[in-house]
């Protein structure tokens, strides 16, 4: 079985762009996570989306939004970057309730923001 | 509302000795409790977790961790390290109608 797929795997924008990433979760998997990975944060918890409905999410700004699609595939988009975006943005599926059920992860898109 | 503190951001060990990663907690309802493992360049992967039952949780790769409720910890241990062992430890805490959280993390290096 595939895992979970993130394109792209590195980004470089400029403050004000905005990004598009994109995740395939394992297939079969209904449920996708996205969280942001910094030195100084360690690993924060964007948001979670379940069949094309956002189940549940972090305390980030109304800039990072994301949305699923009916083959489970995920976006994440942020807009008006900031430097303090620059991050390791990772995806993650799961079976079920991501509250007790194992979180598969793939292995990030790099965010530089110059 | 539940947080994670994980004491220690960098831990140094001999290959052979004890590996003990520490992860204390704190949750106003029953937690579930994980640890993940990264190793460079790749995702997280899960290593064991806590939901109900057996409170001493036995994981991949020989890792086990033991749910304290008193102490509000689930340290993770190993007997005898290995250098594939080198890597990024995570532990995350969730609970019903919360979010899910993870600690800093903490970098284990294996001296040969």
């Known amino acids: 079985k595939a895992g979970v797929t993130q394109t792209p795997r590195y980004l470089i924008k400029t403050r004000g762009q905005q990004v598009t990433l994109s995740c395939s979760p394992i297939?079969?998997?209904?449920?996708v996570s996205w969280y942001q990975q910094t030195p100084g944060q360690g690993l924060q918890f964007l948001f979670e989306?379940?069949?094309?409905?956002?189940?549940n999410k972090g305390n980030f700004p109304g800039r990072f939004s994301g949305r699923q699609f009916s083959n489970s595939r995920s976006e994440m988009n942020v807009s008006t970057l900031e430097l303090g975006d620059s991050a390791l943005y990772l995806c993650?599926?799961?079976?079920?309730?991501?509250?007790?059920?194992?979180?598969?992860f793939g292995p990030g898109t790099r965010l530089t923001v110059l | 509302a539940q947080s994670v503190t994980q004491l220690g951001s960098h831990v140094s060990v001999s290959e052979g000795a004890l590996v003990l990663l520490r992860c204390n907690y704190s949750?106003?309802?029953?937690?579930?409790l994980f640890w993940y493992v990264q190793y460079p360049n790749q995702g997280l992967q899960l290593l064991l977790k806590?939901?109900?039952?057996?409170?001493l949780v036995k994981g991949i790769n020989g890792f086990e961790a033991e749910f304290k409720k008193s102490e509000t910890s689930f340290h993770l241990t190993k007997p005898s390290a290995h250098m594939s062992d080198a890597a990024e430890y995570f532990c995350a805490v969730s609970a019903p109608g919360n979010q899910f959280y993870f600690g800093t993390g903490t970098s284990l290096t294996v001296i040969p």
């Open positions: 949750s106003s309802v029953p937690p579930y």
């Open positions: 806590y939901t109900t039952g057996a409170t």
């Open positions: 297939s079969g998997h209904r449920s």
């Open positions: 993650a599926s799961s079976s079920g309730q991501i509250l007790y059920n194992e979180q598969f």
């Open positions: 989306y379940f069949s094309e409905t956002q189940r």
